[in-house]
Structure formats: structure tokens, C-alpha cells
């Protein structure tokens, strides 16, 4: 599963400066989260470190994009070739 930024983003910007896939991008009136590159930080972190740095704790899993744990892994090591991740 990917996160997700819901209508409610106050266009701040903290997420994409945490998120360690580079998956969060810029949209016309607030931020948006790239699924092809989203892991719910699976490989970096023990939790999505976009829904812990949003002032608003505003992203969410969504349900569109759902995951198993063993495909997040493997989206982040196709993302990060060579790389060991820190979490499985
Ligand atoms: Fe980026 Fe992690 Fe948020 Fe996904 S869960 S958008 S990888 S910070």
C-alpha cells in the first residue's frame, strides 16, 4: 500500500523533505505521493515518516494501493539497487 496526501494539505512541504524515496512531488495546490515509488518506508523506517512529520498527520494508507509488506520491500530494492535496507 502506498500513502496517501488527502484535499486537507497545507501545502507546507515537510513530507517531501522526510521522505527518503523522493516520492512525495509538488502538485498545483498541494502535495501528492508517487505509488510507484512509495514503500510506507518499508526498507528506511519503522513507520512512514510523512504521516509522522506532517504538522497535520495528515497522509494516509491508501487503500487503492495496497501491498504486501514482501512487495514494499521489493519496490525499494528495485529503487535502491545494491543497497541493503535497515528495515525488513
Ligand atoms: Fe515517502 Fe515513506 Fe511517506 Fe511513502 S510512506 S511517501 S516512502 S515518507
Not at 31 to 60: N, Q, S
Request: aromatic share 6%.
Amino acid at each position: 500500500m502506498s500513502c496517501k496526501i488527502p484535499e486537507d494539505c497545507i501545502f507546507c512541504g515537510t513530507c517531501a523533505e522526510e521522505c527518503p524515496n523522493g516520492a512525495i512531488y509538488e502538485g498545483e495546490v498541494q502535495f501528492h505521493v508517487d505509488p510507484e515509488k512509495c514503500t510506507e518506508c518499508v526498507g528506511c523506517y519503522e513507520r512512514p515518516r510523512c504521516i509522522e512529520a506532517c504538522p497535520l498527520e495528515l497522509p494516509l494508507k491508501d487503500p487503492d494501493h495496497q501491498e504486501t509488506r514482501e512487495a514494499l520491500l521489493a519496490k525499494w530494492r528495485k529503487l535502491n539497487p545494491g543497497k541493503e535496507p535497515n528495515i525488513f
